[in-house]
Each structure stands twice: as structure tokens, then as C-alpha cells.
């Protein structure tokens, strides 16, 4: 009796500690799943009405501002809200800290349009008319929404409970925009315009609250401040290009050794690994800003705090796989409707699975390296990666087609997630062994 009630007082004080934790990570989570199912919505809509071809620009459009996005933030989306927990204690480190990543931001903007402009003179070409010029400018707005949000701020203070209902507000004005004004097949245009302006308001309104809410003086930073910000961010935004890159590169070298079906069939297992690794991600995310928050010179309280959140959470995910493995040829026949040819490419998805198992087992190391700012040696590590990534997919590609393309990017992953726990362990190889142990999953 006294040994259930000493369990019950523990997982009380353990929920009582981390419970921030847990509500940041099921509020990312909200918002991955808005982001998910508001598309279904739109999608058979937008393709009704503007057709295949047009929808199939605006896809484009959306993928080419994601990539103006990460010259857009330069690596700030990882290293902002590790800044705003920092300064968290001492409103005057705060605004510093805000003032310089809104400035960052804002100097972005002009830069970026100017590559954009420059970017759709060489794409289009001399039969196309001005409507795709005027669709690459409306297009800029999503690139601006991404530029103007402040989700940065609320999780580097660990308060991303508001966030889900901010998200879900934008996006039905979004859907609201788009019922009413788009009609023809021309309005394909205005389509990025009103995603990006949706967002643009609900982000400056945020804005403000957040400024007020918390006192923020928004300060010009000094040139050195500026010079300083761009050399320690220019690692994590080589580490997003590279990661960019190695994700994307899979789609068209599998395009060159595989039909369609075989095409179809990648994008739904890939589907679901992303839908995975994005529950890695939210993790991730909400567990860097607490680790940033305890103070450097106490690094075993940080492998401590990182273990007692990771341990649960890896068991959990554990679970989670272990559903998806059995539920595996359900799921391929709910995205196939029903195709029965689809049976075959089963054992093709169970093995896909090991690749989030993989990643998770990379995130302590990641985690540790950068809240004890070692971002140069993940960086390094990603670029070899993303090399033999390309290299590996194209001669496995050729050889065993999405076969081949699965297993170079399980291999990559291993190579990334023992590099990682090399990097750490050779870095601190002079501390303690019981202190090595709390760090290694």
C-alpha cells in the first residue's frame, strides 16, 4: 500500500514537472494535424475549380518559397527559441534577444524578393504570359507569413498552448478566402495571396500581444550583434539546406528507374514516415528550449532532464511503430483504395519503418550538441551525409528501384546517428562515465 502510494506521489511530482513539456508537444502536434487535414478540404475544391495543371503550380510555387523560407529565417527557426530561453529570466536580455531575431527577419525580406523576381524572370519562359509573373509575386506572401510568425517566441518560453487556436484561425480565413474568391481557373493566382495574407494578420497580431504581453522594447541591434548572429546561425542554415536537399533528392532519382505506380506507392510510405518523424520533431522541439533554459555549467541536471523526458517518450514511440508494423498492410490498402497489387510492396513498408526507429535514436546526441552549441559538428556530419546520400540512392536506384532508394536512406541514417554519438562521446570523453551513460539512449 505504501509502495502505490510513494508511485503515485512520484508520477504526480513527475507530471507537475513536466507538464509544460507535454502540453507544448501536443499543442505542435495540434497544429501538425490542422496542417494535415485542412488540405483535405481544400484540395478537391481547388482542383475542381482551377483544374490538375494549375493546382500543379501552385504545389510548385508553395515548394519554391518553402526553399526561400530557410534563406529567409537562416537557421533562426532552431536557434530563436534557444535564444528566447536564455533570456527568459531578464526582460532586458529578452528584447535584445526578440528585437534581433525581428530585425534579422525584416533585413531578409527585400533580399529575398529581389532573388524571388530574379529567380521567376530565368524560370518562366517566352511562351508563358504574365499571370505566372503575377503568381510568383502574389506568391511572396507565404514566404512573408513564414517570416512574420512568432511561434519561435512561445516555444522558447515554453507557453505553445495558444498557438493550435491561432493556427486553426488563420487557416479558416484562409478557407474562407478561397470559397469565396476563387471561382475560374485564373484565380490560381490569388490562391498563394490569400494563404500567405490569412496568416500575415493573424502573425502581426501576435506580434503585437506578444510585445505588450511581455514588455518587449524592440531595440536595434549593433552591426557586431548582426555579424555575430549571422556567423553562429550559418551553420544550422547550411544543416536545413542540406537536410532540404537530402529529403527531396529521393523523389527524382526514383523518378528516373520507376513508373508511376511504383512512384505512388513511395510518396504514401513516405507520407507516413514524415507523419513520424514530424512526432520526432515536435519532441524535439519542445525539448530544446528546457534543456537551453537550465544553465550551462550544470550539464548533468541537462542529461538528467533530457533522460527523464526521453526514456517515456521513446517507449511510446516504440508502441507506435510496433502499431504501424502490424497495421501495415491496412494502411497501404486504405491509400491504394483497395488496389490488391499493393500486397506486395507490404514488407517494402514494414522495412521503411526502421528509419524513424533510426532517427530516434539520434536525438539525445543532436539535442546535447547543440544546447552546448557544438551546431559546427552536426553540420559537418549532415552535409557528408546528404554526399553519400545522393551518390547511394542513385546506384541502389538503379540497381533495386524503391528498394534500393529505402535502404540508402536507412544506411544514411545509421551513419548519421553513429557520427552523432561519436561526435559526443569524443567531446566528452574526459567527463565521468556515469555521466556518459545518462546521455547514451
Known sequence: MISHSKTRIRMKGYILAYKGIFVNFLSLSAIKGINMVFPLILIPYLI?????????????YQVVMGYFALFGTYGSDITAPRMIAMSIKDNEKLSEATSQIIYSRLIAIPICFFLLISFALLYLSASENDTSTIAWVFSFTLLLANLTNFSWFYQGIEKMTYVPAIYFFSQLIYICLVYSFIKVENDYIYVMFYQGFSEIVI???????????????????????????????????????SLASYKAASFPILKLFADDYIMGIYSIINKVIDVLRQILSNFFNVVYPRLCSIDAKMSFERKKTLNTLYYPFLACFVVLIGSTYYLSEDILLYFTKGDVNSYKYTNLFKFSLLVPVIVLFNIPAYLMLLVNDRRSSYTSILITASMISLILSFILAYQYSIWGILVATAIVELIITLSLQYVYIANYKNKPSNQLKVMLP
Do not use: Q
Request: net charge positive; no cysteine; hydrophobic share 45%.
Open 48 to 60: 475542381k475549380t482551377l483544374g490538375l495543371d494549375n493546382y500543379g503550380k501552385i504545389a510548385l
Open 203 to 241: 502573425n502581426l497580431l501576435m506580434g503585437i500581444y506578444i510585445i505588450r504581453k511581455y514588455k518587449i522594447r524592440i531595440i536595434m541591434p549593433e552591426k557586431k550583434v548582426f555579424i555575430s548572429y549571422y556567423k553562429e546561425n550559418f551553420s544550422v542554415f547550411i544543416t536545413n539546406i
